[in-house]
Nanobody, 126 residues
Framework: QVQLVESGGGSVQAGGSLRLSCAASRYTYSTYFMGWFRQAPGKEREGVAT???????TYADSVKGRFTISKDNAKNTLYLQMNSLKPEDTAMYYC????????????????????WGQGTQVTVSS
């Protein structure tokens, strides 16, 4: 069973930064597309940022210029650097992995992912 384990969430004031990490068991990040999603209470799960096996990235408009997704294939670890955090970034953040090839425009669609972590809470206060 493949497992994804997120860490790095917490509480921070607006304008602050956090870095989320996602460690994977077993498989190699170089052969999958990966993503960070978030879900706030009462809202749908939203694709925040993705990165594929070639290193191509996508970002939701709401986080462009503030968040950066990256991965370390040797460590099987995915990261999300979040800067200039806003109260509206408050949510549970999930790491996800998908198998095969998916065009970039579909990589922020939750249904394309087959593996999910348990989530890590990010709370931004004003």
């Amino acid at each position: 069973q493949v497992q994804l384990v997120e860490s790095g969430g917490g509480s921070v004031q607006a304008g602050g930064s956090l870095r989320l990490s996602c460690a994977a068991s077993r498989y190699t990040y170089s052969t999958y597309f990966m993503g960070w999603f978030r879900q706030a209470p009462g809202k749908e799960r939203e694709g925040v940022a993705t990165i594929d096996s070639d290193g191509a990235t996508t970002y939701a408009d709401s986080v462009k210029g503030r968040f950066t997704i990256s991965k370390d294939n040797a460590k099987n670890t995915l990261y999300l650097q979040m800067n200039s955090l806003k109260p509206e970034d408050t949510a549970m953040y999930y790491c996800a992995a998908g198998i095969g090839w998916v065009p970039l425009y579909r990589q922020r669609v939750a249904g394309t992912y087959s593996h999910w972590g348990q989530g890590t809470q990010v709370t931004v206060s004003s």
